[in-house]
């Protein structure tokens, strides 16, 4: 992404975005242990957090917007 911007700088939406995805990463490992536990509990909570998590990656993706938009 560095070189199809010209350059890298290190801003909050590096941070936000590096979040999500170690965010995501948590996300899948957790998916992978409801999917085989099969426990009613655990799919609830489960979508819980995939909510949040997907609320908290809309974070980076719209200041990536907004950061493109201003250049």
Do not use: Y
């Not at 490992?29 to 995939?50: G, P, Y």
């Not at 949040?52 to 917007?65: A, D, E, H, R, T």
């Amino acid at each position: 992404m560095g070189q199809i911007a010209g350059s890298f700088s290190f801003n909050s939406h590096v941070l936000t975005g590096l979040a999500a995805i170690i965010l995501m990463i948590v996300h899948a490992i957790w998916a992978t242990v409801v999917l085989v536990l099969k426990r009613e509990d655990a799919v609830h909570n489960f979508h819980r957090f995939s909510l949040l998590v997907w609320f908290l990656w809309l974070i980076p993706f719209v200041s990536g917007l907004i950061l493109a938009m201003g250049k």
